[in-house]
């Protein structure tokens, strides 16, 4: 898997749009965003860096050592403070600290079964009590199969039961560079109890 993500990021992957989600700047822009700010599965950081210059503290991490090249060589350009860190998501207690809130693009849909029980501990380790975990993953209702794998509101149900609040889980796009209408997603707050 990690293979698979540092070839595709030679190129340019197709969710890598050079921009924020729209999504994560609509969270920002009502106020659900606070403090500081971990993205887990940052990618080249767009949402980080979107955040930072938000004023927001922000740490970003991907197990793909290239992304977070990529990501460091984007903060100084723009001379933004984020700390980028190549990591597992699996082990964010690594991290030994705590988040207000942590932010997902992409990631929680590429897991496995296996991986989305350890993800969701590992999780645990670094929100506070009532932080909030804003997720954004491709929902079944997107058709065929391209892409990564289709999650459905109930799974995500399934994945964060107990310690965990469901605030919402609602229609929302994932942009992509493959469509311009994006693909269809969810987006998911949930709060550690
Ligand atoms: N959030 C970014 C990237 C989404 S693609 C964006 O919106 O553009 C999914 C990202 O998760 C990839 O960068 C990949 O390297 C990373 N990833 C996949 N599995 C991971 C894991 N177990 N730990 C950390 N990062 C992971």
Same mark, same amino acid.
């Given at each position: 898997?990690?293979?698979?993500?540092?070839?595709?990021?030679?190129?340019?992957?197709?969710?890598?749009?050079?921009?924020?989600?729209?999504?994560?700047?609509?969270?920002?822009?009502?106020?659900?965003?606070?403090?500081?700010?971990?993205?887990?599965?940052?990618?080249?950081?767009?949402?980080?860096? %979107?955040?930072?210059?938000?004023?927001? $503290?922000?740490?970003?991490?991907?197990?793909? =050592?290239?992304? !977070?090249?990529? @990501? &460091?060589?984007?903060?100084?350009?723009?001379?933004?403070?984020?700390?980028?860190?190549?990591?597992?998501?699996?082990?964010?207690?690594?991290?030994?600290?705590?988040?207000?809130?942590?932010?997902?693009?992409?990631?929680?849909?590429?897991?496995?079964?296996?991986?989305?029980?350890?993800?969701?501990?590992?999780?645990?380790?670094?929100?506070?009590?009532?932080?909030? %975990?804003?997720?954004?993953?491709?929902? $079944?209702?997107?058709?065929?199969?391209?892409? =990564?794998?289709? !999650?459905?509101? @109930? &799974?995500?149900?399934?994945?964060?039961?107990?310690?965990?609040?469901?605030?919402?889980?609602?229609?929302?796009?994932?942009?992509?560079?493959?469509?311009?209408?994006?693909?269809?997603?969810?987006?998911?707050?949930?709060?550690?109890?």
């Amino acid at each position: 898997m990690q293979f698979f993500f540092e070839s595709i990021y030679q190129g340019e992957p197709p969710w890598d749009i050079g921009r924020p989600q729209k999504e994560i700047i609509q969270l920002e822009q009502a106020g659900e965003i606070v403090g500081s700010v971990l993205d887990v599965g940052c990618g080249t950081g767009e949402n980080a860096l %979107y955040l930072a210059t938000q004023k927001h $503290e922000v740490w970003g991490i991907d197990f793909t =050592p290239l992304a !977070i090249k990529k @990501a &460091e060589e984007k903060a100084a350009q723009r001379n933004l403070l984020v700390t980028f860190l190549a990591l597992n998501a699996l082990e964010l207690h690594t991290l030994g600290r705590t988040f207000d809130t942590v932010i997902d693009s992409g990631l929680f849909h590429v897991l496995n079964d296996e991986e989305r029980h350890l993800f969701v501990d590992s999780l645990a380790s670094v929100i506070h009590l009532g932080g909030t %975990y804003f997720m954004l993953c491709v929902s $079944e209702l997107q058709p065929g199969s391209y892409g =990564p794998r289709r !999650i459905t509101q @109930a &799974e995500i149900r399934g994945s964060f039961r107990d310690g965990w609040h469901i605030n919402y889980i609602r229609p929302a796009t994932m942009e992509g560079r493959m469509s311009s209408e994006g693909a269809r997603a969810w987006l998911s707050s949930i709060s550690r109890e």
